[in-house]
C-alpha cells in the first residue's frame, strides 16, 4: 500500500529535549515536505526536499533541521524543543516535478506537546 | 510573503445543495493550485488540482481557475453530509521559490441533512 508513515504519533516532551520525528515513504517520490498546523493559522510549510541531500526552507524553519540522506526518509529534528513548537505535525511526499506542482500524499501526522 | 486567502467560513449548505469555496491568491506567477479536504483530526487528502485557466470536474467537484484575477474555486454538486470537512487550497509559489507551497487557512463546510 502506497503511504507516508510518521512516527511517533504522538509525543509528549520537555522543553530543551533533543526530538526527531521520523517520516519515510514508500512511493519513490523525489519530494518530501514537512508541515505544522495551528488553530487560526492553518497549515505552514517548515522545509521541504527536491531530492536526496537538496533541502531548502519553507515558511517557518527557525527552530528545525532536516535532512534528506535517502531518498524514503525525511526525518524531522527539533533539536531544542521550546512551548510554541506545539504542534501538530505532517509529512508529505509527491513526484518529482517542476516545483510543488503535483499532488502530495500526507502521513497521518504527528501531535507534539512540549512542556 | 505569498498569501493565500480562503472565505473564512464556516460555510452551512442543506444537503443536495452547491457548495461554492473561494480561494485567491497573491502570486501572479504561480501555475499549480490544489483542493483539500481535511476531516477533523485527520491528514489532508487531495480532492482536486488544476493548473490551465477554466473549469476541471471530477464526479461532483469542479475546479474553477481564473489566473487573471488570481482567483480558484471548488464546487461540489449534490452536497452531501460525508462533504461535511475543511477544505484547503494549497497554491505553489513561483520562479526560483517554485518548489514551495502555501495553503490557505481554509474553509469549513457543514452540509446539514
Known amino acids: 500500500e502506497a503511504q507516508v508513515t510518521q512516527n511517533p504519533r504522538y509525543l509528549i516532551t520537555v522543553t530543551g529535549k533533543k526530538l526527531t520525528v521520523t517520516c519515510s515513504q514508500n512511493?519513490?517520490?523525489?519530494?518530501m515536505s514537512w508541515y505544522r498546523q495551528d488553530p487560526g493559522l492553518g497549515l505552514r510549510q517548515i522545509y521541504y526536499s527536491m531530492n536526496v541531500e537538496v533541502t531548502d526552507k519553507g515558511d517557518v524553519p527557525e527552530g528545525y533541521k532536516v535532512s534528506r540522506k535517502e531518498k524514503r526518509n525525511f526525518p524531522l529534528i527539533l533539536e531544542s524543543p521550546s512551548p510554541n513548537q506545539t504542534s501538530l505535525y505532517f509529512c508529505?511526499?509527491?513526484?518529482?516535478?517542476?516545483?510543488?506542482?503535483?499532488?502530495?500524499?500526507f502521513g497521518d501526522g504527528t501531535r507534539l506537546s512540549i512542556l | 510573503q505569498k498569501e493565500v486567502e480562503q472565505n473564512s467560513g464556516p460555510l452551512s449548505v442543506p444537503e443536495g445543495a452547491i457548495a461554492s469555496l473561494n480561494c485567491t491568491y497573491s502570486d501572479r506567477g504561480s501555475q499549480s493550485f490544489f483542493w483539500y479536504r481535511q476531516y477533523s483530526g485527520k491528514s489532508p487528502e487531495l480532492i482536486m488540482f488544476i493548473y490551465s485557466n477554466g473549469d476541471k470536474e471530477d464526479g461532483r467537484f469542479t475546479a474553477q481557475l481564473n489566473k487573471a484575477s488570481q482567483y480558484v474555486s471548488l464546487l461540489i454538486r449534490d452536497s452531501q453530509p460525508s462533504d461535511s470537512a475543511t477544505y484547503l487550497c494549497a497554491v505553489n509559489h513561483s520562479g526560483g521559490s517554485n518548489y514551495k507551497l502555501t495553503f490557505g487557512k481554509g474553509t469549513l463546510l457543514t452540509v446539514n441533512p
Open positions: 508529505a511526499s509527491s513526484l518529482s516535478g517542476q516545483g510543488a506542482n503535483q499532488p502530495q500524499h
Open positions: 512511493m519513490n517520490h523525489e519530494y
